[in-house]
């Protein structure tokens, strides 16, 4: 069962524009008078504006931007996804904690998110900046019914979600580059991290993590990535709020999730070229020290770069190292 904050804060969205009564409330969630008036002051410690007048009752006139379960859910119409939200203000690292709670049974759908990461990391084990809170730094357990060769696939759709929702949010061009980088101009803004416990055939749990520069300027980069990465903010000279970009992302992520699972990757792989840094474009890679020229053309089903060269001869890099 929802807890009582829960049900109180879906309550007051519900009523969006109306005064609820105190009354009122205690009645609706079956609790005491003074369990409301409760509730109302930790809503209010959350960074909550409520509007108390007497003989009307209570109204939240605005939610404040600092992340907390609550703010996070407040207005979040999602079905499965969030409703269950860990929130941390410091934390080693997001994934590893999704990671813990999806091996203890936590639901598919269930959110950590924290405001600085002390070891946020990146694939193979790379450093993943983000020890500050300016950014989002977001992980998701799903447990879809795939197999382990589509995880790579999620996080092409995941490109293709933050692509989406940030092109959108900021109006800059928010490109994908492959597998999980998303990049404005010729900086990256942010990075996903997939990672899957499966075993044969089944895959137990997937943890998605997103991390976004969003406010931080360039001087509050590390050093080794001050000439190489970028934030929202840097980009379009506007500070952003994180849970309203949050909750951007997570309907849109529940949608797109839902239709990739109805109708396959072949949707996806279609908007992914649509947004793919330099497509069309000449690059240098390199397989087995190899070096080769190669036009970037798309993504197979399996999450393969597809690169066209001089030949005209199609070719699927897997773990290419390319010169971009
Ligand atoms: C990624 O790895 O880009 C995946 C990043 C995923 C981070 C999220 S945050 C929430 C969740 N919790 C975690 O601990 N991780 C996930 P990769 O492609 O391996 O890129 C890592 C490289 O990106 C580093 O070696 C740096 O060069 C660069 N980098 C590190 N921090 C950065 C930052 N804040 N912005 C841009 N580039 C960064």
Known sequence: MASTRDRIIALFVANEDTYLSGQAISEQLNISRTAVWKQINILKKDGYQVDAIPNKGYRIISTPDKLSENTLQWGLDTKWLGKTIHHYPTIDSTQ???????YEGAPHGTIVVADKQEAGRGRMNRQWFSDNNQGIWLSIILRPSVLPFQAPQFTLLVGTILAEVLTKETDVAVKIKWPNDLFIGNY?????????????????????GIGINVNQTRTRFDTSIQTKATSLREATGTIYSRIILIQQILRSFEAEYENFIKQGFNPIKTKWEQRAY??????????????????????????????????????ALYSAEIDW
């Open 96 to 102: 590893t904690k999704a990671n813990a709670l999806a």
């Open 188 to 208: 990256k803004v942010a990075g996903i991290l997939t990672e899957m416990q499966a075993e044969q055939d089944t895959v137990h749990h997937l943890v998605v």
């Open 278 to 315: 330099k497509l069309n474009e000449w690059v240098t890679y390199y397989t087995n020290n190899q070096k080769a020229e190669g036009k970037i053309k798309g993504i197979q089903e399996d999450g393969a770069l597809l690169v066209e060269r001089i030949d005209k001869q199609i070719t």
